[in-house]
């Protein structure tokens, strides 16, 4: 090996505590012009602190992050400046794009290059300039197109010409090939190769093992806030990478053994078109059973969205069929939750509850026509507030009565609130979206318990997660999703954590890094 | 038949037409550039009232013409950046705001009127902009008395569209504005302020407006009334609307509105009595409902319009 | 650089004391204009306030004026809770007014028990038809409400004079544009003896209860308010959107009706065109002061026509124009919005 390339990039020591929670861990990183390092963990394992203190939205409790120019020594960045790393020649390209879509490639591009009291754009200038990286990058999209008329793929170049026309030297990608299909990613890794093969340094988040094997020269690995593995890639099998991602053994499963009874919720080829860069269904094949929880793994915007959005009746009518007892699934809310289908949102403040009403009223809100809440079109409170106060006690919702608006509560109350509202009318299915996104331990273990028992009962759980403990210590058969696509579904019994991280990588089948 | 004929061939109805247009085009243009920002200024109406008591009154008082236009665009600038400050640091309702401010600068201008001239029962007059002979020009058949036979204010009102149309598309400003009503976060990543350019757009906008008001104290009917503005700032929300917040097509919208409502109070003498004249006066308004209706399915708006941002909130 | 956190709770005295400060705030703003135009301002004021509630006229004359401010105010006040920004509500007015006299100028004859209910009702079909209007185009084509309201204002008032000069116009009034007067036994009856105070401000108690009531105990108010709060999560819940927001406009533009019909059969006994002096945009101003809460409009309702009531005393006495009141009662809905944020959030400047 020639000799090392020079240092852009040190991270040293950085801490930082969100309350009780250690969020980073004395996390030390360096960073050299010309390499590409990912940075591979789970959801929560604390690569987004990171990424918000090196850009000055955080400010660490302990250790300092410091940046060399044109190889001299590294000088301090100073802490909770968003526009210093920026000024210092970090560039971040962010999964939810930061354009403005009626206005052009070039324009956006150009937005914030000149003084604003400037007379003049210099556009041709500009448009010399982007020309210019284009061809240098191999990043090509037509300057004068409108953004918003852009395919996702072709945004992204545009968010990361925008780093490159501000002459960064260090470029941060979160979760760049989430958004993009199979020929972009390749198109995508061809640039960076290209990149730092002209001396720019990448840091590419991650945590896809086949694509992290594909483009990285090096991988850093946060499990837990702290940094488990710094090495080079080469060597590296995914199934070692695999297994210190998610660092631990398979939590033994907490099921009560249970044979399950007829099907229940059968989806046969189900298609619905992808939005704005998610991915839709692609041939969905599913069938769960009473007394069955099928969990459904994959990283986030591979089509989990629709098919939650399928369930709880809130998507466009799908192409294939699906049906609930034999009888075709409707469309609507009320639909679905009259066919029996309970539903635990993905986003809990934002589709879970209406903020400002009383825990009581969020209780009663998905069945105001029915004689349980409401006799004439008048709300029949005193059976509201009593049902309110068992499911207080019954769940354990800590509150300060069943008239609080709901907003003052945490969100693993909240949620409390929300499996109540959902399992008191005894679904035969229950849609349970990230049930424990954002949860603590005691609250996370309220919400398995109550899954568990309504598969005791003799209910199917749809159980979308990210957490893989979660979907290994509750389901009965697996599945994972990529790309709108569903794989079949494996009992739990036979499934190795690397298999299980091996597909949620993208198949091997599919794609051979 | 003959009737629409002698109308729209008539000199006198284009002279009409712009000059009716010409408070429209200052209003549409205010609001366009408070809503590229991603601020919707419901306070326009009350802008309109203030600006035309405002410059009325300077003038009333002693001061020149272009004095008082200059005071009405103080008044319509400060009314402006109260709307700004509620709107956009603080981040309330832009609908509730506008409403409040309407009612505010309207109130203000009545009571400052009814200050100031304690003791007349009809309202004074000011000698008023006199329109402008372009020597040659003027005389051209139709085209001269409709472009070079009106007051400078009009002129004025298409020097500040072009003005308007070069800095919104032609310089680092326009970007920045464009940007920030799509979407503040880019322009926050792009090292710009986003309130300050939003604070910045309303009062450049609001002072705008508020020539409108002018113009009818100061060009159309020399004096000041109650109720002069009879909706005008509401009409020109929709207008901008109708013309994709572009000033190209906001110019052609307020034209087009102006000799709409040329013809149609010429139409109204020409059928007499037959037709009751409140028929005629409504169309103007139906007609921007029906211009919001026709363009609401594909209306582009500003991504960022009425959503404010707000740093500690999110 | 200003922060705003959010707030876990606000105690009832922190909201009230909060709307009560911004109108103490809006009354002190209020002084320096009247203080430049030469009014001595604290006489000024207790002037305005002899002036409202002095005597037993003042007294009557104020709560006379709050009544049709009763039912504008409620109107604004249930559809802005559901998010619909109804700004028509002088429209509405006039259109409930021209039903009541329609109805009740002689098209029907019967008594009261039959003429009364049958304007009031007249009225608030018509108020409530013009409203959803705006409701639909809102809903179903994204049109900005506000100013579809806005703007029907303007055409329903050209309507009500082509009414007047028409169709409604009485033969006998001396040719001034007036309709036909509203026969005795479809009139309101005073409850108050020789004082104007009329059965509508009874009228407008009991909407406010009813509203009450409606808003706290029905589905459909528990829907209303859903659906104002948190649309995507009220969708969520199987509440169907286009049904709870027509019904929300139909209420409140029926509302704004009935604030016609309790003019016009209440008080003048014809219409005229010049039958509200506004009480449409202050109607927004006193549902902004009451926080939206139906019960609070009466005591917002009060104030607001305290000011203008006592602004017209102390107009005469202290010889300043009388838009003092607009301009207080335009300075309260600014500042009572300001106060909503400290009510809301912690205010920090950092």
Avoid at chain 1, 125 to 152: I, K, N
Avoid at chain 1, 260 to 270: F, K, N, R, T, Y
Avoid at chain 2, 127 to 140: I, K, R, T, Y
Wanted: proline share 6%; glycine share 12%.
């Amino acid at each position: 090996m020639p000799k090392t390339p020079p240092l852009v990039l040190r991270i040293d020591g950085v801490t930082k505590r969100f309350g009780a929670l250690v969020a980073n861990d004395a996390i030390s990183l360096d960073l050299r012009a010309g390499e590409i390092l990912a940075l591979l963990g789970e959801n929560g394992a604390g690569k987004s602190t990171l990424m918000n203190i090196l850009f000055g939205h955080y400010v660490a409790d302990e250790g300092t992050i410091a940046v060399a120019r044109d190889g001299g020594a590294p000088e301090p960045l100073p802490p909770g400046r968003p526009g210093a790393a920026l000024a210092a020649g970090i560039g971040m390209v962010h999964q939810h794009f930061a354009l403005a879509e009626s206005l052009t490639v070039l324009e956006n591009v150009a937005l914030g290059t000149r003084p604003v009291w400037s007379p003049s754009l210099r556009l041709g200038e500009a448009r010399a300039r982007l020309g210019r990286l284009m061809a240098e990058s191999g990043l090509a999209v037509d300057p004068d197109r409108r953004v918003g008329h852009l395919t996702v793929g072709e945004k992204q170049r545009v968010e990361i010409l925008k780093v490159l026309y501000r002459g960064a030297r260090i470029l941060v990608l979160d979760e760049p090939t989430a958004v993009l299909t199979p020929g972009e990613v390749e198109g995508l890794f061809a640039v960076l190769r290209r990149l730092v093969a002209g001396g720019l340094a990448i840091v590419f988040i991650s945590h896809k093992l086949g694509e992290v094997t594909a483009i990285a020269d090096r991988v850093a690995i946060l499990r837990g806030g702290r940094k488990v593995a710094d090495r080079p890639v080469a060597g590296a099998s995914r199934a070692e990478l695999a297994t210190l991602m998610v660092g631990r053994e398979i939590a033994p499963s907490r099921r009560a053994p249970r044979a399950p009874g007829p099907p229940l919720l059968v989806l046969d080829a189900v298609a619905v078109p992808g939005e704005r860069g998610r991915a839709g269904l692609d041939g969905v094949s599913l069938t769960v059973h009473e007394g069955e929880i099928v969990g459904i793994a994959g990283v986030s915007g591979n089509g989990q969205g629709a098919l939650a959005a399928l369930l709880a009746g809130t998507g466009p009518r799908p192409g294939g069929r699906a049906t609930l007892r034999g009888a075709a699934i409707g469309s609507g809310p009320g639909a679905v939750m009259r066919a029996g289908i309970g539903r635990i949102p993905e986003d809990r403040h934002h589709e879970g509850v209406v903020p400002s009403l009383s825990i009581a009223e969020n209780l009663a809100i998905e069945s105001l026509g029915e004689p349980s809440v409401s006799r004439l079109g008048f709300l029949r409170w005193g059976a509201i507030r009593a049902r309110a106060r068992a499911a207080i006690t019954a769940y354990d919702v800590r509150c300060p009565g069943p008239d609080a608006p709901i907003r003052l509560l945490s969100g693993g109350n909240i949620q409390k609130v929300i499996l109540a509202r959902v399992l008191d009318r005894s679904p035969r299915l229950i849609l349970a979206n990230q049930p424990t996104r954002g949860l603590d331990v005691g609250a996370t273990a309220a919400v398995h318990d109550r899954l568990l028992q309504a598969r005791e009962r003799g209910a199917g759980v749809v159980l979308i997660s990210e957490d893989l403990d979660e979907i290994l210590g509750l389901s009965d058969r697996v599945g994972v999703m990529v790309r709108g696509r569903l794989s079949a579904p494996e009992p739990v019994e036979g499934l190795t954590l690397e298999r299980l991280g091996l597909l949620m990588g993208g198949s091997p089948e599919e794609r051979a890094a | 038949m003959d009737a629409v004929l002698d109308i729209l061939l008539s000199a006198s109805f284009w002279a009409a037409a712009v000059r009716i247009a010409t408070p429209l085009m200052f209003g549409v243009l205010g609001a366009l550039i408070c809503e590229r920002a991603g601020v919707l200024n419901l306070g326009i109406e009350g802008i309109f009232t203030a600006g035309a008591m405002a410059g009325w009154l300077a003038v009333y008082l002693g001061l020149d013409l272009w004095s008082g236009v200059l005071v009405a665009a103080a008044v319509g600038a400060s009314l402006g950046l109260v709307l700004a400050l509620l709107t956009v640091p603080l981040g309330l309702s832009q609908h509730v705001t506008g409403i409040g401010v309407t009612l505010l600068a309207t109130s203000l201008s009545y009571f400052v009127y009814r200050v100031a001239l304690p003791n007349v029962s009809s309202p004074p007059r000011i000698q008023p902009f006199a329109p402008v002979a372009v020597p040659g020009l003027s005389d051209l058949p139709f085209i001269g008395p409709a472009l070079f036979g009106q007051t400078p204010l009009t002129f004025l009102a298409l020097a500040l569209f072009a003005v308007a149309a070069f800095v919104l598309h032609r310089t680092p400003l326009g970007l920045g504005l464009r940007a920030v009503g799509e979407n503040p976060a880019a322009v926050e990543s792009a090292g710009l302020d986003v309130h300050g350019l939003r604070i910045g757009a309303v009062v450049v906008g609001s002072a705008v407006m508020a020539l409108g008001g002018a113009f009818l104290t100061m060009a159309a009917f020399n004096a000041f009334f109650f109720e002069m503005t009879g909706g005008r700032g509401w009409i020109c929300i929709a207008l901008t609307v109708f013309a994709s917040w572009r000033p190209g097509k906001a110019l052609l919208g307020a034209l087009l509105f102006g000799a709409f409502d040329a013809f149609q109070l010429r139409l109204q003498h020409a059928v007499g009595g037959a037709v009751p004249s409140q028929v005629f006066l409504m169309l103007p308004y139906l007609l921007s409902i029906a211009a919001l209706c026709t363009v609401a399915r594909r209306a582009d708006y500003p991504k960022a319009l009425m959503v404010p941002y707000l740093k500690g909130q999110r | 650089m200003i922060r705003f956190e959010p707030r876990a709770r606000a105690s009832l005295a922190l909201i009230v004391g909060a709307r009560l400060a911004a109108l103490a705030t809006a009354f002190a703003l209020a002084a320096i204009p009247l203080a430049a135009a030469g009014a001595p301002v604290g006489r000024s004021f207790w002037l305005m306030l002899q002036g409202a509630g002095g005597t037993l006229f003042a007294l009557t004359e104020t709560l006379t004026r709050a009544t049709p401010l009763i039912l504008t105010g409620l109107a604004a006040a249930v559809a802005f809770r559901a998010r619909l920004f109804n700004i028509g509500a002088e429209g509405q007015l006039y259109a409930g007014a021209m039903a009541a006299v329609a109805v009740g100028s002689g098209a029907v004859s019967g008594g009261p028990l039959l003429l009364v209910p049958l304007v009031l009702l007249a009225a608030a079909l018509a108020g409530a038809a013009l409203m959803l209007v705006p409701t639909v185009l809102k809903v179903r084509l994204g049109v900005d409400e506000v100013v579809t309201t806005l703007l029907l204002n303007f055409v329903v008032l050209l309507v009500a004079q082509m009414m007047l000069e028409g169709p409604l116009k009485d033969p006998m009034g001396g040719g001034w544009p007036q309709s036909e007067p509203i026969l005795d036994q479809a009139m309101l009856p005073p409850i108050v003896e020789r004082m104007r105070l009329h059965g509508g401000f009874l009228l407008g108690l009991l909407a406010c209860v009813v509203a009450h009531v409606l808003m706290t105990r029905s589905v459909l108010g528990l829907r209303i308010r859903a659906v104002g709060e948190n649309a995507t999560a009220a969708a969520y819940a199987g509440i169907p959107i286009l049904p709870t927001m027509l019904a929300v406009g139909a209420l409140s533009g029926g509302l704004a009706g009935l604030a016609g019909a309790s003019e016009v059969a209440g008080l003048k006994g014809y219409l005229t065109a010049d039958l509200s002096r506004g009480f449409g945009y202050a109607g927004i101003v006193v549902a902004m002061v009451a926080g939206l809460q139906p019960l609070a409009v009466v005591p917002a309702a009060i104030l607001v026509a305290g000011v203008f009531v006592g602004a017209d005393t102390m107009s005469r006495t202290v010889g300043v124009s009388n838009y003092i009141a607009d301009l207080i009662v335009a300075l309260a809905l600014v500042c009572v919005l300001v106060s909503g944020l400290f009510v809301r959030f912690r205010v920090r400047i950092a």
